[in-house]
């Protein structure tokens, strides 16, 4: 079974709106961290937020927030005012805590922001 | 600070070359890990390291070798290389392994098997 599944190949978003991108995950391992990274098209993975599955509040970092639904195993990615530099792929990764040597990465979603 | 940086930035061997991929990190990092990453497949994990003089498989290892002779840096290598080979290949290190160990990435080398 996939550890991590993102479901949206591709998102469009109008500049300045917010967008929701999904991410639902797989473990039995009760201590787990969830995380988003950004792929612009130069190619490097930029860290953008995390959450600990013992995480009461959701994350937030800046325009990022990660809507956690413990019980649904979702950790959907927001993005307010999206920007034209938001343009990119992004994906959803977990780190398990037992067997924490590996990452388990998402296919991606690939975000492009319409003027 | 640096960093992690991988050297070469692009590849392209011919079938049956072999070569090596050096990353190197500065921030006295345990843990460090080679990935490759293909159109729709996400990144998926080839070899780790969890310190100096140890590695271990990951998901993709068939193929790859790697060492770790010192700490800061992490070479794959690539005895024969194959035409199921051409990628793009990230190095990530972190500083443990806990869940909220977020992993810091290279720019990626850009390999093409002919």
């Known amino acids: 079974a996939q550890k991590i599944t993102q479901t949206q190949p591709g998102m469009f978003v109008q500049e300045k709106e917010a967008v929701t991108l999904d991410c639902t995950y797989d473990t039995s391992d009760p201590s787990y961290g969830l995380f988003w990274y950004k792929q612009p098209s130069s190619g490097e993975m930029i860290f953008l937020i995390y959450?600990?599955?013992?995480?009461?509040q959701n994350a937030t970092e800046g325009r990022y927030s990660l809507n956690f639904q413990k019980a649904r195993k979702s950790a959907n990615l927001v993005i307010s005012a999206s920007q034209l530099g938001d343009s990119a792929m992004y994906f959803c990764?977990?780190?398990?805590?037992?067997?924490?040597?590996?990452?388990?990465f998402g296919t991606g979603t690939s975000l492009t922001v319409i003027p | 600070n640096a960093g992690v940086t991988q050297t070469p930035k692009f590849r392209v061997l011919k079938t049956g070359q072999s070569m090596t991929l050096l990353c190197a990190q500065d921030m006295n990092h345990e843990y460090m890990y080679w990935y490759r990453q293909d159109p729709g497949m996400g990144l998926r994990l080839i070899h780790y390291s969890v310190g100096e003089g140890t590695t271990a498989k990951g998901e993709v290892p068939d193929g790859y070798n790697v060492s770790r002779l010192k700490k800061q840096n992490f070479l794959l290598g690539l005895e024969s290389a194959a035409p199921s080979q051409t990628s793009v290949y990230f190095c990530?290190?972190?500083?443990?392994?806990?869940?909220?160990?977020?992993?810091?990435f290279g720019p990626g080398t850009r390999l093409t098997v002919l």
């Open positions: 990764a977990m780190r398990e805590g037992t067997s924490g040597n590996q990452f388990y």
């Open positions: 990530a290190s972190s500083q443990y392994r806990r869940p909220k160990d977020t992993q810091y």
């Open positions: 959450q600990g599955s013992y995480d009461q």
